[in-house]
């Protein structure tokens, strides 16, 4: 049925089974559009968001209902909790069942914390309402039939461009975040120019700093997270460069690069492995176990077992597995006739398999004390051509050019110039992007499990 409003606007409202749920779904639609066919809206489609609270008369909860939040306490499960909110009979617990019983909560995964709301209404549980993050809530609907129906309630994010640019007076940490950005945001930037500067000696006050990341929004214009940097620019005293976020398109890695489409990064780390100590170096010596002297391939870090192993490069893992003396072991494949490998970890990264595409800085393995080991420690070697090379003493190649190839060059400066583009436009600097409110909301993707 199409309507036409007081306000000039109108609305598609329809109805249809989903799972045995009678779904409502409306669509606004401006009075200059009002000329053009409206399509049928989706089945699956409502206006509610997942932001809001859920005693809204588009999910059919009658008023006056009686609400009652709790968060899950350390040491709780949700079953103690659903005790805890006193709900009638065995509702909450089989409010519960429906959304455990299916793979929308696991609920041995969840965390002190949660947000769980129960909203009482004629002495029954008309709702369970779980928020497992910002715009994702999961709801167990008391059914016409008394029994409950999950499903699941995602706000569709909208992605607006954030420009920060300021100047360093107190630290990048403090002058980047009182201006939009946010723990993750202020790491990327740091990780960017982590080859190029010393954090802790090499930036002083007066020193430019700019960024450019997304902000992701609801359709009601509340912010649910930042997104990951686009671009770092650093204008100081000890580095004065910027850097482009791209993906390349043949190793669909995402890299940064400057202007010119010089990587940010070296080809391969020397050191996969922070806060270890060097406790031997590549030479001959003599064997801590078999007593014999012979090459030492490779150089040790000693740390604590548990401690992650990093990818030294990008690359492809060619072996994760048992290898003899060298116990639980990897080996990865890098351009240029380099290989890294990894031994005696306690155990291998998520994921972690052969033939898996790994990026440098990606955690591969923890350090421990497998095979031919005295104690904790990360054994790594460096391959080139097949020789076990020194990597403290090799003078490491930088990391990729994308002007070597055309095509992929001027794929990266098509993204360089998109982002230049929100630069120079003051609408993505904070006061506009920040300021989101009248946004009109838009229909919320629901799912019934």
Same mark, same amino acid.
């Given at each position: 049925m199409l309507k036409t409003m007081s306000d000039g606007t109108r609305k598609w409202a329809g109805a249809a089974a989903v799972a045995g749920l009678a779904v409502v779904t409306v669509f606004t639609v401006s009075q200059d559009a009002a000329e053009a066919p409206v399509a049928a809206p989706e089945p699956v489609e409502t206006v509610n968001l997942a932001s809001l609270p859920i005693d809204q008369e588009d999910f059919g909860i009658a008023a006056p209902l009686d609400v009652r939040p709790t968060v899950l306490k350390r040491r709780e499960t949700l079953s103690d909790v659903i005790k805890r909110l006193d709900l009638p009979g065995s509702d909450g617990h089989r409010a519960l069942y429906s959304l455990t019983s299916t793979d929308l909560l696991d609920a041995r995964r969840v965390r002190p914390g949660l947000e769980v709301t129960a909203h009482v209404a004629d002495d029954s549980l008309n709702a369970l309402s779980i928020k497992l993050e910002e715009g994702r809530r999961l709801l167990a609907k008391r059914m016409p039939s008394g029994e409950y129906q999950a499903m699941a309630l995602d706000s569709r994010l909208i992605a607006r461009p954030l420009t920060v640019r300021g100047s360093i007076e107190t630290s990048l940490?403090?002058?980047?975040?009182?201006?939009?950005?946010?723990?993750?945001?202020?790491?990327?930037?740091?990780?960017?120019?982590?080859?190029?500067?010393?954090?802790?000696?090499?930036?002083?006050?007066?020193?430019?700093?700019?960024?450019?990341?997304?902000?992701?929004?609801?359709?009601?214009?509340?912010?649910?997270?930042?997104?990951?940097?686009?671009?770092? !620019?650093?204008?100081?005293?000890?580095?004065?460069?910027?850097?482009?976020?791209?993906?390349?398109?043949?190793?669909?890695?995402?890299?940064?690069?400057?202007?010119?489409?010089?990587? !940010?990064?070296?080809?391969?780390?020397?050191?996969?492995?922070?806060?270890?100590?060097?406790?031997?170096?590549?030479?001959?010596?003599?064997?801590?176990?078999?007593?014999?002297?012979?090459?030492?391939?490779?150089?040790?870090?000693?740390?604590?077992?548990?401690?992650?192993?990093?990818?030294?490069?990008?690359?492809?893992?060619?072996?994760?597995?048992?290898?003899?003396?060298?116990?639980?072991?990897?080996?990865?494949?890098?351009?240029?006739?380099?290989?890294?490998?990894?031994?005696?970890? !306690?155990?291998?990264?998520?994921?972690?398999?052969?033939?898996?595409?790994?990026?440098?800085?990606?955690?591969?393995?923890?350090?421990?004390?497998?095979?031919?080991?005295?104690?904790?420690?990360?054994?790594?070697?460096?391959?080139?051509?097949g020789k076990a090379v020194d990597v403290m003493r090799l003078k490491l190649p930088t990391g990729r050019k994308l002007a070597m190839d055309p095509e992929i060059f001027e794929a990266f400066a098509v993204e360089r110039d998109r982002i230049d583009a929100i630069r120079g436009d003051d609408r993505n600097l904070p006061e506009f992007v920040v300021a989101t409110a009248g946004v009109p909301p838009a229909p919320l993707r629901l799912r019934a499990r």
């Open positions: 940490y403090q002058d980047a975040q009182s201006l939009g950005a946010e723990d993750q945001q202020v790491v990327d930037f740091a990780q960017v120019f982590a080859y190029d500067l010393d954090f802790q000696r090499e930036v002083h006050p007066g020193d430019q700093f700019e960024m450019v990341f997304n902000v992701m929004t609801d359709e009601r214009g509340n912010v649910i997270r930042r997104g990951e940097v686009l671009y770092a !620019s650093l204008n100081g005293k000890a580095v004065n460069k910027s850097f482009y976020s791209f993906t390349t398109p043949d190793e669909d890695i995402t890299d940064y690069f400057q202007a010119n489409g010089e990587s !940010s990064t070296k080809f391969l780390m020397k050191t996969p492995i922070n806060g270890a100590r060097l406790s031997s170096r590549f030479g001959k010596r003599r064997h801590p176990i078999s007593g014999y002297t012979r090459l030492h391939k490779g150089t040790d870090f000693a740390a604590p077992t548990g401690t992650p192993i990093y990818a030294a490069g990008n690359g492809v893992v060619e072996r994760a597995s048992r290898y003899g003396g060298y116990g639980h072991y990897i080996r990865i494949r890098h351009a240029k006739g380099y290989k890294t490998a990894y031994a005696h970890l !306690s155990r291998y990264g998520r994921g972690i398999k052969s033939g898996r595409r790994v990026k440098q800085g990606d955690v591969i393995g923890y350090v421990g004390s497998t095979g031919a080991s005295t104690g904790p420690h990360l054994h790594y070697e460096v391959y080139k051509n």
